[in-house]
């Protein structure tokens, strides 16, 4: 498959309802689109970068800069016949794994489409549904905190995480867990507290949650290792793994029971992929996490929670959760067993609406 012709859109949408983690609160999300054309074909991409290196060092700037000035140029005009090729060609840029992920992931969806295949068959996933859940952000106040989670268990999600900092934490947990003593339960600090709160996070084993998510430095695993000696509850990494050297080199040290994976910020599918088998062998379930994305990158997450390790619920909201109109359809609506349904179209299974595209678009590359 020879790739013509690469583009990048960036836009910005305003989220159903603003979300507050502890690095910060979103009213909108700005994303980047990656479109590659190929014999007729386009597939898409979603780069999860956010405005601000909050969640990670990438911005949507770097990953404009990376992705028009690096990455496009390493596959524009080139034959690829497999994702293997992309990551091949990407070997030499260090870093920015969210900007790489967006453009193989592009072409994951080009090359399924091509080949008839919905990009589920092509990874070698295998069910028709995924269980999901619903990530509540940080609420002004511990009532409103319960009626939106109130909100969700009316609408069939059975597995809940409560983002955490200090301040919102023990409390905001305990008062979830006392109004609904059987929910799914877990929590995710990204990165809020230090070695020194261990106390306080032991505090969290009496609630019976499933994990703790990335409670110490977003770079770190020797401290998780840690900490994860002090915990009853399971503890799982997001922002430290990178990578699957990095997922290696925590599981290697005991750092984590469990890990979330996002395409996005290990680099793509295939990593993704490496990650999740490499779990798999350690006897270490994996989820998958989210970044408020629009439908083209929720249907690549529920393609890859397919894979059979994915035995936890993702961070895989219905459509609706997020954004009033979403740019692609068709939009995933929840099953009343908390699932979601895999698509089951040539590639990604979305179509992006291109009136959308085009209202929502801030900066267009051709
Ligand atoms: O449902 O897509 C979703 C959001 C899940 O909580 C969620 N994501 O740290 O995992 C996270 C968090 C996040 C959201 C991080 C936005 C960065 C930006």
Redesign the pocket.
């Known amino acids: 498959m020879k790739i013509e012709r690469v583009e990048l859109h960036h836009v910005d949408m305003p989220l159903a309802h603003p979300?507050e983690?502890s690095f910060g609160r979103?009213i909108t999300r700005p994303c980047i689109l990656v479109a590659v054309h190929a014999g007729g074909l386009t597939g898409w991409g979603e780069c999860t970068a956010?405005g601000g290196p909050w969640?990670s060092s990438e911005t949507i700037e770097t990953a404009w800069h990376v992705l028009r000035d690096f990455l496009i140029p390493q596959v524009l005009g080139q034959e690829v016949d497999s994702p293997a090729d992309v990551v091949a060609r990407f070997k030499r840029v260090r870093g920015h794994p969210m900007a790489r992920a967006a453009l193989e992931n592009a072409v994951w969806d080009a090359l399924a489409q091509a080949q008839s295949l919905s990009l589920t068959v092509m990874l070698g996933g295998g069910r028709d549904r995924v269980p999901v859940g619903?990530?509540v952000g940080i609420e002004p106040t511990l009532d409103e905190l319960l009626d939106r989670v109130a909100g969700h268990v009316a609408e069939g999600y059975r597995r809940v995480?409560l983002?955490i900092k200090p301040g919102w934490d023990v409390e905001a947990v305990r008062a979830v867990r006392e109004r609904w003593p059987d929910l799914q339960l877990q929590v995710?600090a990204?990165s809020a507290y230090t070695l020194d709160d261990a106390p306080l996070l032991r505090e969290l084993d009496e609630f019976d949650l499933t994990l703790i998510e990335q409670p110490l430095h977003y770079d770190d695993i020797v401290d998780h290792a840690q900490l994860a000696r002090q915990l009853r509850t399971p503890l799982c990494l997001?922002e430290s793994i990178h990578s699957p050297e990095h997922a290696r080199w925590a599981l290697d040290i005991d750092a984590c029971r469990i890990i979330?994976i996002?395409v996005g910020r290990v680099g793509g599918l295939t990593a993704a992929r490496q990650i999740h088998d490499l779990c798999s062998e350690r006897g270490v379930p994996v989820w998958c996490?989210?970044?408020?994305?629009t439908n083209v990158g929720r249907a690549a997450n529920v393609a890859l929670a397919t894979l059979p390790n994915f035995t936890l619920p993702g961070?895989?909201?219905a459509s609706a959760?997020?954004y009033r109109q979403d740019i692609a359809e068709p939009n995933f609506v929840l099953n009343d067993d908390s699932t979601l349904s895999v698509p089951t179209e040539p590639g990604l299974g979305v179509c992006v609406i291109p009136k959308r595209l085009t209202a929502a678009r801030l900066r267009h590359l051709a």
């Open positions: 979300f983690t979103e956010h969640y619903v990530s995480k983002k995710d990204n997001d979330n996002k996490g989210g970044m408020l994305e961070d895989i909201s959760r997020y």
